[in-house]
């Protein structure tokens, strides 16, 4: 008999190893606020937002899909460049297919981390125990918390009966521990149910955005700017000391404050055209979280990619777009001690 020529021996190898390459999905979880939330929000009945509305999710869905955004959002990149579907927001009915991972995370109050915990291990509950152990372990989790809580209490207060507080400083680097200390009590209790893999990323620029120039008037909020950095700075010392004493814990912090802050001061550099004005919404830099509402009236750019912010709080895709790529292969500044993409292809 003729053994088949080498030629061919190899061809078939590398088609059996891309097979099962593209067979060996990392599933994606995501925990969060509206910075990542791709529509649970909408679902959940407790929900003090609005309901999706045009004109988010103008440009790339063609529908309000409940994210914060124009388009997609930095989830639906990492899950593309991961070579996953888009990972659906787990409410969304019907949904039970968890092969490439769910989405847990909640714009507003509505969904805190321990109830997205909770909603986590509901899923975990449905599965077989085995088939649980192999999704939860081979995973990669992806957490972005703490702005609504550094813009409730760094915002100056309300005149009236409202509920914003400014937060002593005293009291500042107590409260950052305890917002981490939350972010790390969900980690920790994931590490247990057996993920080793979690990407993060910093608060974002909050006393520079649209919203907060707003309410300003025109400057920036140094209250909310201090416990924002004060956040980021200890968000990596918190990781570090889990990356030691948590076995087989891997992460990757991906610098979302600088990244997004450079694109405002600079949006040129980056081939956009307006950094500190929202593409959507109304009153100073479009700052007020109109966009949508059609009893208030709003204004609404012609061509979002040319804007960093979509609307008062959330970048518009075009920037979600270029953050993406650094978080997914960028240099040891921006994300570390490792990229996104390192941390899908290890092992
Ligand atoms: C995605 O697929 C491409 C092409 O098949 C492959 O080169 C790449 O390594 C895959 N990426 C990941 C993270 O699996
Ligand atoms: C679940 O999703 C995966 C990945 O998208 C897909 O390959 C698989 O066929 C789906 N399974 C079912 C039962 O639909
Ligand atoms: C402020 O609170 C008081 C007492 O609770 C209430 O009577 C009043 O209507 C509130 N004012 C506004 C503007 O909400
Ligand atoms: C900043 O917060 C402090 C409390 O820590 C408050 O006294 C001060 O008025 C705030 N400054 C501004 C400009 O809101
Ligand atoms: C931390 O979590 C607890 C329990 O969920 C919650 O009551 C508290 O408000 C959270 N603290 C902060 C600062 O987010
Ligand atoms: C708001 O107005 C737009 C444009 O007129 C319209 O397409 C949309 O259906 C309206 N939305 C709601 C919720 O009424
Ligand atoms: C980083 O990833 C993006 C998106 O896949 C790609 O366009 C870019 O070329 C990559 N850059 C490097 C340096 O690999």
Known sequence: MERSSPVIGTFLTLWAVLVIRGQCHTPFFIFGDSVLDAGNNQYYPLSDQPKPRMPYGETYFHYPSGRSCDGRIIPDFLAQYANLTLIEPYLEPEFN??????????????IHLKLQLSYFEEMNNKLEPEAAQELLSKAVYFFSIGGNDYMNVGMPPLPENGTRVALASSYRKQYVKAVLGNITSVVKKVYEMGGRKF??????PLGCMPLSRWISGSECIANVTILAKMHNKRLSIVLWELEDTLPGFKCAVFDYYSALLEMSKYPSNFGFTEGQR?????????????????????NLCSDPSQYVWFDAAHPTESANNYLSSLFWNGSLEVVWPRNAKALFEMP
């Not at 297919?97 to 509505?110: E, I, L, V």
Request: with cysteine; net charge negative; hydrophobic share 25%.
């Open 199 to 204: 990407l993060f990323q910093t608060v974002g």
């Open 278 to 298: 929202a593409c959507c919404g109304s009153g100073n830099f479009n700052g007020e979280f109109t966009c949508g509402d059609n009893e208030t009236g709003y």
């Open 97 to 110: 297919n968890y092969t490439d991972g769910a989405n847990f995370a909640s714009a507003g109050a509505g």
